[in-house]
């Protein structure tokens, strides 16, 4: 993952394998795995080490912001079901035409 401005937010599951090398100039690194080794220095900041084991490395980079790596559920969460709609309401009944009267013609 690579950005130039702004802030990175990676979560990952609690118990979730992998290797970091995270490098943020002008910004700040912070995790929620106790196994990173998190350096945050004047102008640069770093996040090394492995979870888990090992398991997929990942790279993350950032220019001008934070890098946020944070224990999360392994489960999306999907959003609640909306209410159905209401019922249609009958229509409106006409008021009843008066019958024609024959004309003379």
Known sequence: V??????????LPAK???????????GEVNSDFSELKVDN???QAIATGT????GPHLQV???????E???????????????PPSSPKPPKSLP??????PTDN
């Open 69 to 83: 790596i944070r224990k999360g559920s392994a489960v999306a969460t999907t959003p609640p079901v909306p209410p």
């Open 51 to 54: 979870v888990g084991g090992g």
């Open 41 to 43: 220095g004047d102008h």
């Open 16 to 26: 979730a394998a992998f290797s970091l090398d995270a490098r943020s100039r002008e």
């Open 61 to 67: 980079a950032n220019e001008h912001g934070n890098i």
């Open 2 to 11: 690579q950005n130039r401005k702004g802030d990175i937010e990676i979560t």
């Open 96 to 101: 009843k035409a008066k019958p024609e009267e």
